[in-house]
């Protein structure tokens, strides 16, 4: 089975082509084409949902094509079309699902709505065939949680931020110190030159906490009180400050998934693999120690590679194929969804103006 996956909801435009044999628990990926709008977005200091809708309407048509020329393949040899429906900025999100459903309606194709965080959530069985059930770190700019991933389309939500997500914490942390956007990378690229990581004593967010909830505001006022104290703070400092934060948050990050893998033990007997996804899963400091955790607690670490932790188009093919090949497949009066919460048992998040 082969499927065509495009990715809209934020600020990366992507088009691809990924393959599966029967019900074989990993894919391959045919294309992958992602065109990154950072330099459109990055005069703001963040996305500007407007030149973020009319760069995907600009460009989707042309990476579609790129994505089928790549491959190899005419749209003759696609089983099936899928988009991410959500949740994002909706402007983007439409012009995806309006491109997806015209193929579909001209060639008969059937139609995959997919949850963007369910495209981020399967991308490790793309690459390493993980089976269910496995513990999920969905770490990104606009979340952060801890799930139980039970087969596609049954996710339990054990704990999410009751405030800032994780790559929103980076982001704005990286902009107090100067660094520019998007801030994940930056940060991580001043850590690696800290001559002392220790420098700064900053607040470790939830640890010790019970449940599995996440909080990252606090963190990033912290970074703002000593980047006012500094002054004008030489690169040293920046690099220290950025590797104390790094520490902080893995402190936490570790603290959360020590106490879920517990817990997700006790309901999944059979379950022995925590998988870290999203575009802060790209952090080479944060990945070891998440691994460092796992192999004390003989649990197996999963991330998917750099390029497909970040957004793009194979992640949606392949959260697609998954979907459609259990016959999941959606009619073209879906309607593309803003807001889309992967366990929809779980309560909202404890705060005002959550993003979805
Ligand atoms: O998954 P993603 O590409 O888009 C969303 O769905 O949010 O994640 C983007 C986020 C941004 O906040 C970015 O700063 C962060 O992922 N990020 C990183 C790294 N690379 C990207 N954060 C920490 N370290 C990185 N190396
Ligand atoms: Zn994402």
């Known amino acids: 089975m082969i499927v065509l996956g495009i990715e809209t909801s934020c600020d990366e435009t992507a088009a691809a082509l990924v393959e599966a044999d029967g019900d074989s628990p990993s894919g391959r990926i045919l294309s992958n084409v992602v065109l990154s709008q950072l330099d459109d977005h990055a005069p703001y200091g963040g996305v500007v949902p407007e030149i973020a809708a009319r760069a995907h309407l600009h460009h989707l048509d042309r990476l579609v094509r790129q994505a089928l020329a790549e491959a190899g393949l005419g749209l003759d040899r696609v089983d099936g079309v899928a988009a991410t429906?959500?949740?994002?900025?909706?402007?983007?999100?439409?012009?995806?699902?309006?491109?997806?459903?015209?193929?579909?309606?001209?060639?008969g194709l059937p139609f995959a709505a997919v949850n963007h965080l369910e495209g981020h959530a399967?991308?490790?069985?793309?690459?390493?065939?993980?089976p269910f059930p496995f513990l999920l770190l969905l770490v990104s700019g606009g979340h952060c949680q801890l799930l139980a991933v039970e087969g596609v389309g049954r996710y339990r939500r054990?704990?999410?931020?009751?405030?800032?997500?994780v790559g929103e914490a980076f982001d704005k942390s990286a902009k107090l110190l100067g660094l520019g956007y998007p801030g994940g990378p930056l940060m991580e690229k001043a850590a690696r030159s800290a001559a002392d990581p220790d420098r700064f004593d900053l607040?470790?967010?939830?640890?010790?906490r019970p449940g599995f909830d996440f909080s990252f505001s606090g963190?990033?006022?912290?970074?703002?009180?000593?980047?006012?104290?500094?002054?004008?703070p030489t690169d040293r400092d920046v690099a220290d400050l950025a590797a104390s934060f790094h520490r902080a948050v893995g402190d936490s990050l570790v603290d959360r998934c020590d106490r879920a893998i517990k817990a997700f033990r006790a309901d999944h007997?059979?379950?022995?693999?925590?998988?870290?996804?999203?575009?802060?899963?790209?952090?080479?400091?944060?990945?070891g120690r998440l691994q460092a955790l796992c192999a004390k607690r003989g649990f197996d670490f999963v991330a998917p590679p750099?390029?497909?932790?970040?957004?793009?188009?194979a992640m949606i093919a392949w959260a697609g194929l998954e979907r459609l090949r259990l016959g999941l497949r959606d009619g073209l009066d879906f309607a593309p969804r803003p807001r889309w919460p992967l366990d929809p048992q779980?309560?909202?998040?404890?705060?005002?103006?959550?993003?979805?």
């Open 85 to 107: 429906a959500g949740p994002g900025l909706i402007g983007g999100v439409m012009v995806g699902v309006m491109t997806a459903k015209a193929i579909c309606a001209v060639r």
């Open 122 to 130: 399967l991308t490790a069985r793309l690459t390493h065939g993980v």
């Open 203 to 208: 607040p470790v967010p939830m640890k010790g």
């Open 346 to 356: 779980a309560k909202a998040a404890p705060f005002a103006g959550a993003k979805a």
């Open 306 to 313: 750099h390029a497909l932790c970040t957004d793009n188009g």
């Open 219 to 232: 963190l990033k006022t912290a970074v703002r009180r000593h980047a006012e104290a500094l002054g004008s």
């Open 158 to 165: 054990l704990g999410t931020t009751i405030d800032d997500a």
């Open 269 to 287: 007997p059979q379950g022995r693999t925590l998988v870290v996804a999203g575009g802060v899963a790209a952090n080479q400091m944060l990945r």
